[in-house]
């Protein structure tokens, strides 16, 4: 009898986890990329905006980095209504394509010294590419996720943030290795490229899992429940929705893009070898991967908001104290020390997330709701995040500054969780 019950399991987790792999692969190329563009920022300042100051071609590097963010609500709007209508898989499909569409854009094209002022104009093109593409992706793939047959939502939602640290674990992986094996001259040169070459490389593999799986049976095209206009029903009816899964995700995606930080903090700002903020997300990148599935686990036994508020009261009331230790003696067991910790946090408030903001739409808008949400709290407040703590920095003279822009979106974050749960949107 043994035998046979686990001859009748096994096929079942493995159902289980083939949706997983699916959500997870497409997911990790799209975040790999924007990962790789962000820790790389110093070096495609040389190589698209060369300046005799060093800091403004930076800015502008970070400027296209969050300009291309603003083509996501776009993308959510057109994608997100496109799942709803059509199904989460046709989408996951497109998503891909345009994402491979702009890293091989990417790949080849040549830099300032070559086009000149053309350059720069085709990097932003290649990045509204992949922004629009992005803007669709997280909601697709997280409908996709907890639309299974499978009642443990947080879990099977989770991975599509742990694929995110898969990404940042294979660009910090890169960031390391091309500042170590290569001088600056050959990185700014022709090395850059190789990391977008191993993206756009991944892209068929994911293309092709996504292509051999199933609609979920939970979609509202599996159930025939399609709204006629999506985005019409959201703005007519759904508005404190919207707002609260946007709010609760405001601190995750400021974490998010402070870890993409700090590779340039740590070179720029602490003087610390080029390696060593590689060396520090890579690490953040590992907690995140393995520790984001199982807090996912932890808010199916105890609940999603009971989870995300411990770890988001955390966040508010460390991670400044550790960037001000952090800045007044800089070296890398402690930047590696600091980073693990948030890492660990961002996990904690990670792994709920996705289940948490699903719950707060119906089946019939939940594609364009996520895609809606997410989208409009990274446009406000992740993608700019690079750039805002570079220019704080530069204009306060403190190092401290990301620490203070975690702290504010944590508080932000916490308010939006207590919202939803007195509103019984969330629980």
């Known amino acids: 009898m043994t035998d046979q019950s686990t001859a009748r399991s096994t096929p079942t987790r493995r159902s289980a986890m083939r949706p997983v792999v699916a959500a997870s692969i497409g997911n990790a190329l799209e975040w790999f990329d924007i990962a790789i563009f962000g820790f790389l920022g110093a070096t495609l300042a040389a190589v698209f905006y060369p300046s005799d100051d060093p800091t403004v071609g930076l800015l502008l590097t970070f400027g296209t980095f969050a300009v291309s963010f603003v083509v996501r609500p776009l993308g959510a709007i ?53 922004g629009f593409s992005a803007g669709g992706e997280f909601g697709s793939a997280t409908a996709f996720l907890v639309e299974q047959d499978n009642p443990r939502k947080g879990f099977l939602g989770s991975w599509q943030f742990a694929s995110q640290g898969l990404a940042t674990l294979l660009a910090a992986g890169f960031g390391t290795a091309l500042t170590t094996l290569f001088t600056p001259e050959q990185l700014t040169g022709w090395a850059w490229r190789i990391p977008f070459a191993f993206g756009l490389l991944i892209g068929p593999v994911g293309w092709y899992v996504r292509r051999h799986l199933p609609e979920p049976p939970e979609s509202a095209v599996a159930n025939r429940q399609t709204e006629a206009s999506p985005l019409r029903e959201i703005v007519r009816g759904q508005k404190t929705r919207l707002l609260v899964a946007g709010g609760a995700l405001v601190v995750s995606t400021v974490v998010n893009y402070v870890i993409l930080y700090v590779p340039t903090f740590a070179s720029k700002e602490l003087g610390l070898p080029a390696s060593s903020g590689f060396v520090a997300t890579l690490v953040t990148g590992a907690i995140l991967l393995v520790a984001t599935p199982w807090f996912g686990h932890l808010a199916d036994r105890f609940g999603a908001i009971r989870v995300m508020t411990v770890a988001g009261v955390l966040i508010a009331t460390t991670t400044l104290p550790l960037f001000f230790v952090l800045t007044a ?51 406000l407040f992740g993608g700019v995040t690079p750039l805002i703590s570079t220019a704080l920095i530069a204009g306060t003279g403190s190092n401290a500054v990301p620490g203070v822009v975690v702290a504010v979106a944590a508080v932000l974050s916490l308010a939006a969780l207590a919202t939803g749960r007195k509103g019984s949107i969330i629980r």
């Open 329 to 379: 003696a800089p070296a890398l067991p402690l930047l590696i020390a600091v980073m693990a910790w948030i890492g660990l946090l961002k996990a904690a408030y990670y792994g709920p997330l996705p289940s948490l903001m699903a719950a707060c739409f119906p089946s019939a808008t939940r594609a364009s709701g996520l895609s809606l949400s997410y989208n409009a709290a990274v446009v």
């Open 78 to 130: 057109v994608l997100g209504s496109y799942a709803d209508r059509h199904g989460r898989k046709a989408t996951l499909m497109l998503s891909i394509r345009l994402m491979m569409l702009g890293t091989a854009i990417i790949v080849v094209l040549p830099g300032y010294a070559t086009l000149g002022a053309l350059a720069p104009v085709l990097l932003l093109v290649a990045r509204l590419v992949q």
